[in-house]
Nanobody, 115 residues
Framework: QVQLAESGGGLVQPGGSLRLSCAASRSIFSFNAMGWYRQAPGKERELVAHLTDLRGTTYAASVKGRFTIARDNVKNTVFLQMNSLKPEDTAVYYC?????????WGQGTQVTVSS
């Protein structure tokens, strides 16, 4: 079992930046995949960024070049650096990790991009 806790969300103006963190309750060294999804009101949950040991990183077309996913195995944390934010990035962001058998999810953090 592992618990995930997201943080770093909030209100930001268009063009601004935020860094989301996803802290795990234990080592994520053995997890071979992790990433971030988001869900906007009235829309389905969509993949934002995905990181695996074998295939590297994958990004949604809408965020490519603006968002960066990274892992820190010492801090047991997954990060999502978000730059040049747009109003359409407004959503609840969820992190997950996958150990080859099952996945685990955080509770989500709200990101609002508005002037």
């Amino acid at each position: 079992q592992v618990q995930l806790a997201e943080s770093g969300g909030g209100l930001v103006q268009p063009g601004g930046s935020l860094r989301l963190s996803c802290a795990a309750s234990r080592s994520i060294f053995s997890f071979n995949a992790m990433g971030w999804y988001r869900q906007a009101p009235g829309k389905e949950r969509e993949l934002v960024a995905h990181l695996t040991d074998l295939r590297g990183t994958t990004y949604a077309a809408s965020v490519k070049g603006r968002f960066t996913i990274a892992r820190d195995n010492v801090k047991n944390t997954v990060f999502l650096q978000m730059n040049s934010l747009k109003p359409e990035d407004t959503a609840v962001y969820y992190c997950y990790v996958y150990n080859g058998d099952r996945d685990y999810w955080g509770q989500g953090t709200q990101v609002t991009v508005s002037s």
